[in-house]
């Protein structure tokens, strides 16, 4: 392999891949704009601030670094938002990744790892969620990603590439080191909203809904360790580079286990040995009440396994992120 672009690099789950690439010593490359990641979180000297339908961009990019794979982070992601824009989400992550792709793929990129979501499953029937269950997004966000999906299958028929999209549940944690983790603005993850709960930068945590068909009323969700994630990108990229028919083109990454809102407020206490305040309120349009992966190809065909995402590990390390950052790569030093 010469170099792989990763778009959307300083973003979460993004530069924690970088990160993972990096010390498997392969030379990475980021595109980013900036507009919801950090520079401060990049991990590698390659950095470009730049839009990723920026053709000619792109293009000084693959032929100066010699670029022959791309991994494909680079999208909005928050639920509520996409509902209240949808067309800003069509825009943004639709219209652009395929601009992107055929980009990259006019450039001579075969190899592909897209970042999807399990959004696209919508209010699925089957728990856990198999890669094979029915696409019907609930929301523009999912149906936002299912469309590149169905983008990048087509663009397979008529060109040479190889494309693995990864659908992915709840991510969660940060690096075991404490060097990068989760900084959104504005922040939306249950996780970090409950840590900065903690930490008093909020008076309150508030559980949308507490009366789901669930065990306690509140949703359950899959959460994988990001750290988890960006090796399941790895191995993908590596399926890719070996001279072999892919098994399958997507799979589900997620711990097959799923958590309430609350059992992650009780197991959080717990940890930080603080007391969080909690408030009740109305469903969010667009919720699922359960989302759990099926990830049993993921495991079989590429060999992955979890190995941080159990519950203790995602909370510890991210509290410890939180802790040394409480406000977040702005803070140019630690805490100590």
Not at 65 to 75: E, L, P, R, S, T
Not at 121 to 133: F, H, L, S
Not at 312 to 327: D, G, L, Q, S, V
């Amino acid at each position: 392999m010469k170099s792989v672009l990763v778009t959307g690099g300083a973003g979460y789950i993004g530069s924690h891949t970088v990160q993972a690439l990096v010390a498997q010593n392969t030379n990475v490359v980021v595109l980013d704009n900036l507009t919801t990641g950090n520079r401060e979180a990049v991990m590698t000297p390659h950095f470009y601030q730049g839009d990723i339908a920026d053709e000619r961009l792109v293009r000084e990019i693959i032929r100066k670094h010699q670029i022959d794979a791309v991994i494909h982070f680079a999208a909005k992601s928050i639920v509520s938002e996409s509902i209240q824009n949808p067309e800003l989400y069509f825009y943004e992550n639709t219209e652009k990744s395929c601009h992107f792709f055929e980009t990259v793929v006019n450039e001579g990129v075969k190899q592909i790892v897209f970042s999807s979501t399990a959004a696209v499953y919508g209010t699925a029937q089957d728990k856990p969620i198999p890669e094979n269950e029915e696409i019907k997004p609930i929301n523009p966000y999912g149906e936002s990603k299912a469309k590149i999906e169905k983008y990048l299958h087509l663009m397979s028929t008529v060109h040479p590439i190889r494309w693995i999209a990864l659908r992915y549940f709840n991510a969660a944690g940060a690096s075991l080191d404490g060097t990068i983790g989760e900084d959104h603005q504005p922040e939306s993850h249950l996780i970090p909203l409950i840590l900065q709960t903690v930490l008093g930068k909020r008076e309150v945590i508030s559980i949308f809904g507490d009366d789901y068909p669930t065990m306690d009323g509140t949703c359950i969700r899959d959460y994988i360790h990001v750290l988890d994630l960006a090796h399941a990108h790895i191995l993908a990229l590596q399926s890719l580079q070996k001279d072999q028919p892919l098994k399958q083109n997507i799979y589900n990454i997620g711990t097959g286990f799923g958590h309430s809102v609350k059992e992650i407020i009780q197991t959080t206490e717990h940890i930080t040995g603080k007391k969080i305040k909690q408030k009740i309120e109305q469903r969010r349009i667009g919720d699922p009440p359960v989302l759990i992966a099926d990830s049993r190809y993921l495991q079989e065909h590429l060999g992955w396994k979890p190995r941080f995402s159990d519950l203790k590990t995602i909370i510890e390390t991210a509290w410890k992120w939180f802790e040394a950052y409480p406000n977040g790569y702005k803070q140019k030093t630690r805490v100590q």
